[in-house]
């Protein structure tokens, strides 16, 4: 099992960029694909980022693709999510998760076993 506590998020002006981190413990975070997540008030939980187990291949929600960047190092469980240019529409509770059952990147919410509590992210226009 992994336990996942993410920090980072606040109160930004429109065009402000944020670093949201997610601190990973238990055992072998270099087996777990990680994952952030969104979920804007009334609105689904949407994927946003995800990296593979050894951060080579790494995936972006076409509305992010160009602003965020995924990163992990695994010397330290941790997992990283670079916010620049960020909008009022980025405002949401941002999550972390992680799963060591699938390969690759993967993108939906059912995909990942483990969850953090959410931070909250809100841009101001």
């Known amino acids: 099992q992994v336990q996942l506590v993410e920090s980072g998020g606040g109160l930004v002006p429109a065009g402000g960029s944020l670093r949201l981190s997610c601190a990973a413990s238990?055992?072998?975070?270099?087996?777990?694909?990680m994952g952030w997540f969104r979920q804007a008030p009334g609105k689904e939980r949407m994927v946003v980022a995800v990296?593979?187990?050894?951060?080579?291949?790494?995936f972006y929600a076409t509305s992010v693709k160009g602003r965020f960047t995924i990163s992990r190092d695994n010397a330290k469980n941790t997992v990283y999510l670079q916010m620049n240019n960020l909008g009022p529409e980025d405002t949401a509770v941002y999550y972390c998760?992680?799963?060591?059952?699938?390969?690759?990147?993967?993108?939906?919410?059912?995909?990942?076993?483990?969850w953090g509590q959410g931070t909250q992210v809100t841009v101001s226009s």
């Open positions: 998760a992680a799963d060591a059952r699938w390969g690759g990147t993967p993108t939906t919410p059912d995909e990942y076993a483990y």
């Open positions: 238990g055992r072998a975070f270099s087996s777990y694909a």
């Open positions: 990296i593979s187990l050894n951060g080579r291949t790494t």
